[in-house]
């Protein structure tokens, strides 16, 4: 099965678990293969399920990095740490659009009456889907779907319609716009302000803390960073941005 006709093994929302997991208990944001399927609760990173849904996480881009370094990346922060209310929901589909086959599958269904289900099998294992992989492919794809907002607009698995987004800030609660709490300075349990967006913050938080790095992580921390700063201040995305998301 080639590249365009990959699927997960797992939906999205499945898959988001595993970012969360990772952005929640791991030290700095990073964790290690071994410390991952602890804290999915699988019996070792031998386990086929653990592989089948760290795998699924790679495949919407929501994690990257290997061994003892896997963190999450910009996207799936924008899902768990949306700086705007619509952040996440456009994140969930941009994550979703990152299979190839899913955003082949929605651009020949889009806006149509689904077909019954033998019929959408049948599509998928002319995209390059075998014929036996079909009703579990055909399941997630849906799932996944669903869950990325393609049915909200039509309210039923019915038709796939991408819904209209805009980019508002978060309404800030009456306390907010009062401005800061003030602290005062004899209290030593004050909690420091933090300096900078969420989604900055996420990216500095996997910064290594005493380990030595290599290149490739090096590199691949700058385009983590860059594309941080991109959402954060709505800056387009470069070409070469772009290609490190696939």
Excluded: C
């Excluded at 996944?144 to 991408?162: P, V, W, Y």
Aim: no cysteine; aromatic share 8%.
């Amino acid at each position: 099965m080639g590249d365009e006709a990959r699927f997960p093994r797992y939906d999205l929302d499945s898959s988001i678990a595993v970012a969360r997991v990772i952005h929640e208990r791991g030290a700095g944001g990073v964790v290690s293969s071994d410390e991952l399927a602890a804290f999915l609760e699988y019996s070792s990173t031998a386990n086929g399920a653990y592989l089948y849904r760290v795998a699924a996480a790679r495949l919407f881009k929501l994690i990257m990095g290997q061994g003892r370094a896997i963190q999450i990346t910009p996207l799936a922060l924008d899902i768990i740490r949306p700086d705007h209310p619509e952040s996440a929901v456009r994140a969930r589909l941009d994550a979703f659009y990152q299979i190839p086959l899913y955003r082949r599958f929605v651009e020949a269904n889009e806006g149509k009456e689904l077909p019954p289900v033998p019929h959408l099998r049948n599509a998928l294992a002319n995209m390059g889907v075998a014929e036996k992989e079909a009703p579990l492919a055909l399941a997630r794809l849906l799932d996944s779907a669903e869950q990325a907002g393609l049915f909200k607009t039509a309210g039923k698995r019915t038709r796939l319609i991408r819904p209209s987004l805009t980019d508002r800030p978060i309404e800030s609660s009456p306390a907010e716009q009062r401005g800061p709490r003030v602290v005062e300075v004899d209290q030593p349990t004050a909690t420091a302000v933090s300096r900078f967006p969420k989604i900055i913050e996420g990216a500095l938080d996997v910064l290594p803390n005493d380990r030595q790095w290599d290149e490739d992580e090096f590199t691949e921390w700058l385009d983590f960073f860059e594309r941080a700063l991109r959402v954060h201040y709505r800056l387009p995305r470069t070409k070469r941005t772009e290609l490190s998301m696939r």
